[in-house]
């Protein structure tokens, strides 16, 4: 069974950082480009970065940009979101997931930043 576990949520004051992890496991994790994803109360969910397969090659939708880092380790099957600088308007649910054919979502790990 595909499972994606993450982790490292929290609250921190604006300004502040967070590390989040994503664990995988039931699958062939290096096959697979691996994305977070965000939903804050009231709207859709929506993507916030992604890593690739082969070349390691980065995504990062344009609000995150500067601020947050992904990075994957194949050999722990782990991806990791490093969040600095973190704003209110980053609170939200966080979930990893395959951004092609997504997994369960799960119940992600909550981000909250206050002001």
């Known amino acids: 069974e595909a499972q994606l576990v993450q982790s490292g949520g929290g609250l921190v004051q604006a300004g502040g950082s967070l590390r989040l992890s994503c664990a995988a496991s039931?699958?062939?994790?290096?096959?697979?480009?691996i994305g977070w994803f965000r939903q804050a109360p009231g709207k859709d969910r929506e993507g916030v970065s992604c890593i690739s397969v082969g070349d390691g090659s980065t995504y990062y939708e344009d609000s995150v940009k500067g601020r947050f880092t992904i990075s994957r380790d194949n050999a722990k099957n782990t991806v990791h979101l490093q969040m600095n600088s973190l704003k209110p308007e980053d609170t939200a649910v966080y979930y990893c997931n395959t951004p092609i054919a997504p997994r369960s979502w799960g119940q992600g790990t909550q981000v909250t930043v206050s002001s």
């Open positions: 039931g699958f062939t994790f290096d096959r697979y480009a």
